[in-house]
């Protein structure tokens, strides 16, 4: 039944973006596919964080972070950021940043309990948008580009 679940849920083309937080001087990153707008005006987004992630302590306790939405030539990214321990340090954040679609600056509003998940519901301070690429995309538990 979990499973059919999933099977379900992956017939819902999304985006893939990363949700990234400062741990010292570098930065920790999480793949993400479950970002949605919630808002204009405040400008608000949301995405969601699995209580079991071996992440989650890092994302729990951050009030600011950084998102970027993957082009459809960082799969390689997407897929690193998944399953690694994900540090990344300032000067290759900056790289990842400049190849993607487009960048945001959140601060976390609120933190709710749902289920197996955690939702953060962000404030965006700043944006940047990246022109002439095209997005990554996640389809029946895959990567996708066109």
């Not at 099977?7 to 741990?23: A, E, F, H, Q, R």
């Not at 608000?44 to 951050?62: E, G, Q, R, V």
């Not at 954040?93 to 509003?109: A, G, I, Q």
């Not at 309990?113 to 519901?121: E, M, P, Q, S, T």
Request: charged residues 25%; proline residues 1%; aromatic residues 14%.
């Amino acid at each position: 039944m979990k499973n059919d679940y999933r099977n379900l849920l992956s017939l819902y083309s999304t985006g893939v973006s990363l949700v990234l937080v400062k741990k010292k001087n570098n930065l920790i990153g999480l793949t993400v596919n479950s970002f949605t707008s919630v808002s204009i005006n405040p400008k608000l987004i949301l995405w969601c964080l699995d209580k079991k992630s071996k992440k989650y302590k890092f994302f729990n306790k951050a009030k600011i972070q950084e998102i970027i939405f993957l082009s459809n030539q960082q799969k390689k990214h997407a897929l690193y950021f998944a399953y690694k321990s994900n540090f990344v340090k300032k000067k290759h954040f900056d790289n990842l940043k400049k190849n993607s679609l487009c960048h945001l600056k959140t601060k976390v509003s609120k933190i709710i309990n749902a289920g197996d998940h955690k939702i953060f519901i962000c404030k965006i301070n700043k944006f940047s948008i990246f022109k002439n690429k095209k997005p990554l995309i996640f389809y029946k538990s895959k990567f996708l580009t066109f």
